[in-house]
C-alpha cells in the first residue's frame, strides 16, 4: 500500500489500539502527537468533536456540547485518537463552560506549540439559555498573534439560529 | 471530582438554589457575577436566549424574541442562572423592541464593565412585519470601541431568509 | 368589497378592536366564536401558536411551547383574536405541560362542541429534556369518535430530530 | 415539434397571450378548462400557489397564503393562466381564511366537475397565530367519496413546525 | 471482478458507449432492458432525475421538472443510461405537464411489462404556480392492481412547501 | 407597567388604532416616526417584510418580494404599523423591481434622514429568472458615506441556492 | 397562582430540589411518578432526551444517542427530573445499543403500567455504521397490545437521511 | 462496570480487536452473530450505513450510496464491526445498484434468519439519473411474511427531494 | 395605476409580447436593454437562474446550472425576459462550463458596459463531480476595477455542502 | 453545433473515452489539461468531489471525504475526467487525511501552475471526531501569494454544525 511510512507513526500508541484504557477524570498527559509532513506551509486542520460532556462544578449536572478546534501546526501534531481519549476525561470533571474551553485550548498550546488555534464551544441549554464560549491564540510575536487578533474582531457576527429544540 | 473551586463561586447565590423567585417587574439588580479566569486572554462567551417575551408599550400584546448576547470580559463575568431570571423580569414589562436591546446592553455593561459587548434581538412578525435590533459597545479608549464601530459597519450583511412561517 | 358580510360577525368583538384588554390569569371565557358557513362539510382548521408560555407549577420557572391545534368544525368555530387572549391567559398561570394540554382542548370542546379536535404542545427542554402531549377528541356516538382512535394509534411515528439547539 | 395538437387547445384563450386582464374583483368566470387525454386513468394534478393574498373582511389588512390545490380530473382540467388569473381576482376581495379555501374548491368543482379534489391554505400569522384550513371531496356515490373521508380521517397528523421567522 | 456476469448484459448496448447518439426529438425507440435476477422477489427500484426539460406546446418555452420513477420489475428492468436517453429526446417536444407524465409511464409499460410503475413529475413555477402530476399503474388482473388503487388514496398528503426561490 | 412612557408616543397615530385605513395607491405621506431614545448610540434596526406584493407595470401581473430593510437611525424612527401600511400601498401600483427597491429606500430618507440605510428586495421568479435588487446609502460627509461603500463593495458574495421550488 | 395544586405533587421529590444526587451506576429506583389527572382518555406524552450516553461493554468507549420515549398513561406518569436522573446513571454503564433501549422501556413498564409505550434511540456512528433501535408494548389484552404490533408493522418507513456528518 | 456481561459476547471476534484484516473482495463469510437477549419481543434495529462503495460491472467506475437496513431480529443479531467490513468486501466488486441492495438482504437471511428486513440503498448520481432499490422479506409462514407485502405496498410514498447538488 | 411610465420602455419589445420566438441556437442579439433611472447611485441587481442548460462539446450530453448573474448598472440595463431568451440560446449550444459562463459575463459587458459585474455557474455532477465557475469584471480605471480584485480575492471561502443527491 | 472547437480538446483523451481503465493504486500520472481560453482575465473553477475515499495508514479501515478544489487557473485547467480518474486512484492508498490534501494539493500544482489554488477534506467521523484538512497556495512572487495568505487569515471563522448524523 502506497502513502504514510508505518515508520512515521511511532509515536502513535492508541490509534488502532485494541486495549485503550478510558481515564475517567481530567488526564491531559493522554494526548500524543506526530510530527508535521508540511512544516513549511500554514495549513488548518479541524477537529468536530460532537461528543463532549463534562459536569456542573455546582449542581454536577451533566453538561454537552459541540467541540470545534482549528489549528495551524507548527512541528507537531495532535494525534485524533489521543485527542479523543483526552476530551473522553472531562466526563466525571467539574468546570464552568467558560472554564473547559480555555482548558481544552491551553492543553492543546502546552502539547503542540501550533502557529494558531481556536477552540468553539457549543453547549446544550439549561434553563432555556445555552452559551457557547469561544477562545484563540497566536504565537507571540509572529503574525499569528495578529492573527488571532483579526479572527476575534470578526468572530460569530452571524450566530447560528438557536430554538432550543 | 477535578475541576473549579467551590471557593471561586461565592457569590453564585441562585445558580441551584432550589427556592429561587421570579420577579414580575423589570428588575436588573437579580444579576450576579463571578470572576473571569483567564483575564489575561480575549475571548468570546454568547448566550442563545430563546425564550424572551415582553409587552407592547402601547397596545400591551405580548412579544416574543430570540435574544444572542456576546461579550468579551474584563474582570467580571455574568452567571447565567441570574441572566436567565433578569430576562424573566421583562415578561409583565411593556418597551419598544429597539428599546428592550438597549436596555439589556446598558445593565450589562453597568454590571460587568465588558471590554465588548453586542445584543441582538430577533422578534417575531405583527402584522406581517418583524423586527431586529442590534446594538454593541466597546470600552471606550480601548482598541474594543474600534472594534465595536468595524462589528457595526459589517453587521448582518445576509439577513435570514424569513417567511412568517 | 365581496367576501363575508359584516352581519355574520356580530358575536365577534375583539378582531379589530383597539383597547383590547389582556387577562393575566387563566380566562376560558374570553373565548368568541362565530357560525360554521359551510356545516354541511368536514373539514380542517390548524391553529400554529408558537408563542405559548406559562409556569412551572412546583419551581415557578417560565416555560415555552408551540401549541398546534387542529379541528373539525360543527356549528361554531372559535375566533383566532379570542383565542390568542385566551392562550396569553396561561402566561402566569402554573401547570405540568401534560395538563395545560388538556385544559386547552376541554375548553376548546367546551366552546365549539366540535366534531373531532386535537392539541399537541411542544415545549422547550429543562434539564436536557423536552415533554410534547397530545391528546385529541371525537364526538361521541359519531364515526368522529372512531377517527379519535385511529389517529392516537397512528400519533407521530416519526418524532422530529431534537437536538436541544 | 411533436406533442400536444393545437386544435386541443382551442378553449384555452388566456395561455400565452399578450393582453390579459387582470380582474381587481372575485370573479371565478375567467377558469377555462381543456380536455383530459387520459380519462380511462385515475391521477393527480397538483397546483402550487404561493402568491395568494386577500383581504380581512373586519379589519381590511392584507393576508397571504400559499394554497396546494390537488385533484384526480375527469372529463376537464382546469388550465394553469386561467387558475392564476382567478386566484389574483381575490387580491381586493375580503374573506376569512376558512371562507377563501372553502370557495375555491366549490369553484373548482363547479368549473371541471372532479373525481377527487383538496385545498389546504396556508396563511402568515396575525397576532402571533397561523390558520390553515384544509377541505376535500369526492365525487358523490362513487369510490372517491370514500376516498375524501379516508384523507379527512389521514389528514396532517405531521404538523409542519412552525417559528413565525 | 466478482459480480454481475458480462454475458447478462448483451443487450446493454449504450452503458459505457463511447459514440453515444442523442436524439432530438421524442424517441421512446431509444430505451433498453435487462433480465431482473430476482424475479422471485417483489422489490422497488427508484430512478431520481432532476434534469428533465420539454417545452410548451403553445408558448414554446422551456419548462423544467424533476420526474421520479418507482417500480416494481416483472421480467424486464430498463437500463438506466438508455432512461438518460429516452428522457433527453423531449428535450425540443412540446407538451403539457400532465402529459408528459403519463406518456412516460406509458413508455416504460410497454418496454417493461413491469408489476407496479408510478411517475411523479414536480415542475418549475411558470407565473407563479407550479404544477406537480402523478400517475401510477398495476399490472390488471394481480394485487398490484388494487395496489396502484391504494397508494393512489394515500398519494401526498403532506405537500411539499414551495415559495418559488 | 414598567418601560416605554405614553407620552414619547404621541406622535404614533396608527398603532393599535381600531379604524385603520389601508391606501389602495402608492402613499409615502402615511409613514410616521417616533423618536430615537439612544441618538448617541450607533445601532441597527431592521425589519423583514415577507408580504410586499405590486404589479408589473408593463404587463399588470402581480409581483410578490420579501423586502429587508435595515437602518442606523439619526433623530427619527419609522414607526412599524405606518410602514406597513406604506408597503401595502404598492398593492396595485405598477413598477419594476429595480425602481421599487429604490423608491422605497428614497423614500425613508426623506422620512427619517437616518445615519445609514439599506433596502434589498427578494422577489419570486418569472418565466424561471428572479430578481434581487439591492441599494444603500450614508449620510454625506460623515462616515456613514463611506460605510455605504464598503457594504455595497462586500454585499451578497453568497448568493443564496435558488430552485425556484 | 392557578393551576396544578401543590398537594397533588406530594410523590414529586426532585423537581426544583437543591440538593440533588447524581447516580453514577444504573439506578433505576430513581424514578419517581406522579398521578394521571385525565385517566379517562388516551393521549400521548413524548420525552425527547438528546443528552443520553454510555460505554461499550466491550471496549468501553464512550457512546451517545437521542432517546425519544413515548407513552399513553394509565394511572401513574414518569415525572421529566426523576427520568433525567435515571437517564444519567447509564453514564458509566456498559451496554450494547440495542439492549439499552429494552432496559428503559422494560424499567418504564415496570414503573408506570402505561397503556402503550415505545422507546426509540438514535445513536451516533462507530467505524461508519450507526444503530438506532426501536421497541414498544402494549397492554397485555387490551387494544394497545393490537396497538405496539400495528404500529410497529408502520414503523420508520422514511428512514432519516444520514451523512455522519 | 454494570451491563453486558462479557461471557455472552463469545462469538464476536472482530469488535475491539486491534488487528482487524480488510477483505478486498466480496466476503460474506466474514459476518458474525450474537445472541438476541430479548426474543420474546418484536423490535427493530436499523444500521445506517453511509460509506458503502463498490464498482460498475461494465465501466469499472466506482458507485456510491447510503444504506439503510432495518431488521427485526430472532434468535440471533449481526454484529455492528463485522457487518462494516462485510459492507468493505464490496469495495472492490463490480455490481448493478439492483443486485447490491438484493444480495446484501439474501447474506442476512442466511445468516440471521430473522423476523423481517429490509434493505434499502440511495445512490449517487451517474449521468443525471440515480437509482435506490428497496428490497424486503418475512419469514415464510409467520405473520412477518405479510408485514414485508404491507411495507412493500406502502414503500416511499414521500420521495424526498433530489436536485444532484 | 401609478409608477414606470410606459414611454420608458420603448425599447422593451419582449416582455409581455404573445408571439416570442425561441432561438435554438446561441444568440446574444435577442438581449435588450432600457435605461437605468438611478444612475446616481451605485446598486446591485441580481438575477437567479435555475433553468441554464447546454451541451457538452465532445459527449453532446445535456448539462444543467443554476446561474447566479449580479451587476452594477450604469447608463443601461439588461431586460429581464430578453435574458431569458438569451439563456435559453445555449439550450443546443456545446460549450465546457468554464466557457459558458466567460461568454455570458462578456456579452453582459458589451450590452450594457455595466460598473461591476460577475457570473457564477453551479452545474449537476458528472462521473461523481460538479464544476463551478465563477468570473467578475470592474470598469477599467474606475473603482469597480479595484472592487473586481477584492471580491474576487474574497469569492466563496464556505463553499455550499455538496452530497450528489 | 457552436461552441468549443474540438481541435482545442486534442489532450483530453479520457473525457466520453469509451475504454477508461482505472488506476488502483496512487497514479498522479492520469491528471490531463486544456488550454484556458480566458488567460487575461482571474477566474474562480472550483470541482466539488463528494466521493472521495482512502484508507488509514494505521488501520487500513476505509475513510471517506468530500474534497473541494478551488483554483484561478493561469495556462493550463485540470480536465474534470482525468481528476476524477486522480481521485479514484486513492481508492486503496493508505494516509493521513492532513497528508492527502496537501498531496492532492501539490500533484494539482504540479501540473497546472496555477496562480491560485485551494483544497479542502471534509472527513466522516472516526470514534466520535471528525477532521477536515485545509490548505492552500498563490503563486510565489505574484499578488496571489498575498492572496493565498489573506485567505489562510479568515478561513473557516464559520465552522459548519456537525452533529454525526
Ligand atoms: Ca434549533
Ligand atoms: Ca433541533
Ligand atoms: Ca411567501
Ligand atoms: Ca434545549
Ligand atoms: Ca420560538
Ligand atoms: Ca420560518
Ligand atoms: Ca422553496
Ligand atoms: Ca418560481
Ligand atoms: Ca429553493
Ligand atoms: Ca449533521
Ligand atoms: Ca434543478
Ligand atoms: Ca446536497
Ligand atoms: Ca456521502
Ligand atoms: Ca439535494
Ligand atoms: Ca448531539
Ligand atoms: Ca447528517
Redesign the interface.
Known amino acids: ?4 511510512k ?1 515508520e512515521t ?1 511511532t509515536n ?1 500508541t492508541l ?8 481515564a ?3 488526564n491531559p498527559s493522554v494526548l500524543e502527537t ?1 510530527d508535521n ?2 512544516p513549511n ?11 463532549f ?10 453538561d ?1 456540547a ?1 467541540i ?1 478546534i ?1 489549528y ?1 501546526p507548527d512541528v507537531k ?1 495532535v494525534e ?2 489521543s ?2 481519549l483526552y476530551l ?1 476525561s472531562f ?6 463552560h ?2 473547559s ?2 482548558t481544552i485550548m491551553n492543553d492543546l498550546i502546552q502539547l503542540m506549540d501550533p502557529r494558531y488555534i481556536e477552540v ?1 464551544g ?1 453547549f ?14 497566536g504565537k507571540k510575536e509572529t503574525r499569528f498573534e495578529e ?1 488571532a ?17
Open positions: 500500500m502506497t502513502g504514510r508505518e507513526l502513535v490509534l488502532g489500539n485494541q486495549g485503550t484504557e478510558y475517567f477524570s481530567y506526530f509532513q508540511h506551509r500554514d495549513y488548518f486542520v479541524k477537529f468536530n468533536c460532537p461528543e460532556t463534562t459536569l456542573c462544578p455546582k449542581t454536577h449536572q451533566p454537552f459541540t470545534y482549528s495551524i501534531m485524533s485518537k485527542l479523543k473522553f466526563r466525571n470533571h467539574g468546570d464552568f467558560e472554564d474551553v480555555n468553539w457549543k446544550t441549554p439549561r434553563g432555556g439559555i445555552s452559551i457557547d464560549p469561544y477562545c484563540n491564540y492573527m487578533n483579526y479572527r476575534l474582531m470578526n468572530h460569530d457576527m452571524y450566530p447560528e439560529t438557536i430554538t432550543n429544540r
